[in-house]
Nanobody
Framework: QVQLQESGPGLVKPSQTLSLTCTVS??????????WSWIRQPPGKGLEWMGA???????YYSPSLRSRTSISRDTTKNQFTLQLSSVTPEDTAVYYC?????????????WGQGTQVTVSS
C-alpha cells in the first residue's frame, strides 16, 4: 500500500521560498505511469492543483503558479519536493502530496495527510 507523508516548515515569512518534501513508501516514484502531485487548499476555499512530476521525471505546472513553482525528485530517497517562491499570505494553505493517474484530476486516492503552511511575518 503506497503511503505519502509531507514534511517541511509550518511557518514561512513573506517573500521567502516555501519548501516541502513528500516521502513515499510502499511504491517507487519511478513506477509507470503515475504522477506525483502537489495540491493545496487555502482556508475556506477549494482544492488547487499546483503541479506534478511524472514517473519519467517530466514536470507539469498549473499556469497560474508556473512562474513561482518548482517540483523535483530524489529517486534514491523516493522523495519529491515542492518549492514555491516569493510567497505571500495568500499562499497560506494545507498542502498535500498525492499520487495521481491523471495529473490535475484531484481524485482522492493516495494522498498524504496534509501539512499546514502559514505565511506570516
Amino acid at each position: 500500500q503506497v503511503q505519502l507523508q509531507e514534511s517541511g516548515p509550518g511557518l514561512v515569512k513573506p517573500s521567502q521560498t516555501l519548501s516541502l518534501t513528500c516521502t513515499v513508501s510502499g511504491g517507487s516514484i519511478t513506477t509507470n505511469y503515475y504522477y506525483w502531485s502537489w495540491i493545496r487548499q487555502p482556508p475556506g476555499k477549494g482544492l488547487e492543483w499546483m503541479g506534478a512530476i511524472a514517473y519519467s521525471g517530466s514536470t507539469y505546472y498549473s499556469p497560474s503558479l508556473r512562474s513561482r513553482t518548482s517540483i523535483s525528485r530524489d529517486t534514491t530517497k523516493n522523495q519529491f519536493t515542492l518549492q514555491l517562491s516569493s510567497v505571500t499570505p495568500e499562499d497560506t494553505a494545507v498542502y498535500y502530496c498525492a499520487r495521481e493517474e491523471v495529473p490535475g484530476s484531484l481524485k482522492r486516492g493516495h494522498w498524504g495527510q496534509g501539512t499546514q503552511v502559514t505565511v506570516s511575518s
